[in-house]
């Protein structure tokens, strides 16, 4: 599906108005070009004979304004008359349009704020959207936006730790939230309506897809659908598609300006994330509303205030001194307090910069193997000490060096880690089967090999890992009567 910019907006529908704003500068102002010109010194006549755009820059100013600055390259024709002399000439010479609309059932209000000459300037960071009305957000500005969602929608969960209400919230946006299964094999996990559509939905009692009126603000949860592996509770579920209504309603009063018989535009979730170069403005929407329901669930400030005091708390009573064992209850508790998925709390310690978490509820091959700690200097960003049975058969199969010490009987493959053999880190349990020693498990990077984690598309996995989020913005039938 072709995605229409901003900027196809203004060239399809505003040249004409920016043409004529642009004219009357460039006709009261000759003596203020820029451009240098071989036979005119002094122009005091010009006039525009057209102009290209070179790109917008745009930003929100809250729901549906948005203000942007059009920056064009334009054709004009000078003269000066000297003792009855005229000389002429063409010359071209860049500007800054600066504009404002409301972008609602179509683009309203379209006016030009001011005409000025192009002088290149820091463009505004805060409130920038894309070419297609995406928010530009980095992945250092999350927990900023974050903030901001707070502060609009339930401001004081940033007063102290607390659970964050989805449903509340949703509630507070003018959104209903409504538990379906939306399909037979679960493949949908949560879908948003920018528009009153007809739908159809699983009915697991008659085994059949019925048919149902939604409105314009409606989310369908299907509670029996978890996405990207389990991080999206229903609570992270919900303000993903909250984070959407918030952020990505112009991207979709966009589309409907050449697309108002579209039934739907599907993003897909998949496990790993696209490369940046490569993300279309679907997939950075996915990544935005990814990366922040889980932020907003457990802010910044808050979430390590409440770390702060469970590692605290777990520490006085951990008598054997295995650090895994805090970080093991720390996530759990954090878990329960904030009624986010275990997966969610540990990769939010993490993100905040609580590298002990890396080393619990790693699940691999299927199962949940043994939590272990280690010294946080040894391991760098995209490091890990555990690795799955498949990954290590194919760096044995790769990597000499690493097969030579195998072959050798050096190290042995134990409990998703590559181990020193030796009695003070391998031990056999009761069944006879090799396993870590608790010493081993509390001093991991003494005796186990790091390895570097790629993110890899994994096509062998089913509907079970890939999960589609759908997003209606349909005027029209979604389906037919």
Known sequence: MKLNSFRDVIEDRFYNEIFNELSIFVQSNPDKLESKSNYVESPDEAELSDFEIKWVSITSSG???????????????????????????????????????????????FGVIDVSIYMKQKEKKENRLSEYLVPVISKEGLDKVAETFLKKYYPVALEKPMKVPACKIAKKMGLKVHKVHITQ????????????????????????YKKARVKRGTILIDSNVFFMRNIGSMNNTIIHEC???????????????????ARAISCQVREGAEDERNRTPLDWMEWQAN????????????TRVKIEELIAKYQKCNEKGYTYTIFEAVVDELSDFFEVSKVAAKIRMIDLGYKQAIGVYNYIDEQYVPSHSFDEIALANNQTFSISAQDILYEYATKPA???????????????????????YIQKN???????????????DECCLIFDVKAKANSRYGIEYYKEAVYFFEVLQLIDS
């Open 185 to 208: 094999l679960g493949t949908i996990f949560g879908q948003i309506y920018f528009s009153d559509s007809r739908i159809k939905y699983y009915d697991i009692a008659t085994g059949t």
């Open 63 to 109: 729901g549906n304004e948005i203000q942007f600055d059009v920056i064009l390259s334009a054709e004009i024709e000078i003269a000066e008359t000297i003792k009855r002399n005229r000389e002429t000439d063409g010359l071209q010479q860049w500007f800054r349009i600066s504009c404002g609309a409301i972008l609602e059932d179509g683009l309203q209000d």
């Open 402 to 424: 690493l097969k030579q010490l195998l072959d050798s009987g050096e190290f042995l493959y134990v409990n998703a880690h590559v181990c020193i053999n030796d009695p003070k």
């Open 430 to 444: 009761d069944a006879g089967y090799a396993t870590l020693t608790d010493y081993a498990r509390n001093h991991i």
């Open 291 to 302: 990366a922040l329901a889980p932020r907003i669930l457990m802010p910044e400030k808050q």
């Open 243 to 261: 984070v959407h209504w918030d952020l990505h309603k112009n991207f979709f009063e966009l589309e409907k300006l050449y697309n108002p018989e």
